[in-house]
């Protein structure tokens, strides 16, 4: 688990997923078996990794790339990391032959992300990406609803959603200074947009083409506890999903 010390890694990746998975068993497979996940925590700060892995049972731990991937007993690599470097993180881990599980946006661009692909079918190995909303209560009750024929034929459907983010003025901020910049992959879009195309697809069905615009409501110097950064990326957004 790559970046496994940040603030997605540890709280939604490893604690609400992945130890969740392990603590009630493991997953049930249809043979009978079942498979539990033993984590690995990878990171740039030895001591965060040390004390992160102490406080959940002594997991095991390494600051150490290139080791942790030539580890024949690490089958996956998760990258939970900052999206800037994604890309080249992932033909990395698939050029040591592991199966990749990635955050969302896979990469900043469609040949960047179908070069992880076509890598990944030459290696023989797995490519996947985070879609972790479909499985929330919510988008569960309402696919029931839409299976069951409740809805009739669907002819349109509308996604509101959004979060505040504080940038540091006036209260502390609660994201990292790389979320604003876009050489370093932040901003609205590429950050949140991953999420509404798998549920509009899962709950709707295939998706034809996208209609987006974005807009800096707010340029500024957001600011978190130790730096300021200038924002770059867009705050605002709009888009139309044309189904198939």
């Known amino acids: ?25 493991g997953l049930p497979l249809d043979n009978g078996d079942r498979l539990v996940p033993e984590p690995v925590l990878l990171g740039r700060n030895p001591e965060k ?16 790339t290139a080791a942790t991937l030539a580890d024949k007993t690490v089958d996956i690599y998760f990258d939970a990391s900052a999206t800037g470097g994604r890309t080249e993180r992932a033909l990395r881990a698939i050029a040591a032959g592991k199966h990749i599980y990635l955050e969302k946006p896979i990469a900043g661009s469609f040949d960047a992300a179908m070069k992880i692909v076509r890598a990944a079918q030459a290696a023989g190995v797995k490519a996947a990406a985070v879609q972790d909303k479909v499985y929330l209560p919510g988008f569960r009750k309402l696919r029931k609803l839409r299976d069951s024929g409740f809805f009739g034929r669907i002819l349109s459907a509308r996604l509101d959603a959004g979060w505040w983010v504080f940038d540091g003025n006036p209260y502390p901020a609660q994201r990292p200074s790389w979320n604003y910049r876009k050489a370093t992959g932040g901003g609205l879009v590429l950050d949140m947009y991953p999420h509404w195309r798998y549920l509009l697809a899962s709950l709707l069905g ?39």
């Open 206 to 244: 295939p998706i034809k083409a996208v209609s987006c615009r974005s807009v800096l409501t707010r340029p500024g110097t957001p600011t978190t506890s130790t730096s300021k950064t200038r924002c770059s990326r867009r705050s605002s957004s709009r888009a139309v999903h044309s189904p198939k």
């Open 1 to 25: 688990m790559d970046g496994a010390t940040g603030r997605l890694g540890t709280t939604q990746h490893l604690i609400r997923s992945v130890l969740a998975i392990r603590n009630e068993g």
């Open 49 to 64: 990794l040390a004390a992160l892995a102490a406080a959940h049972g002594g997991l095991a731990w390494s600051a150490d």
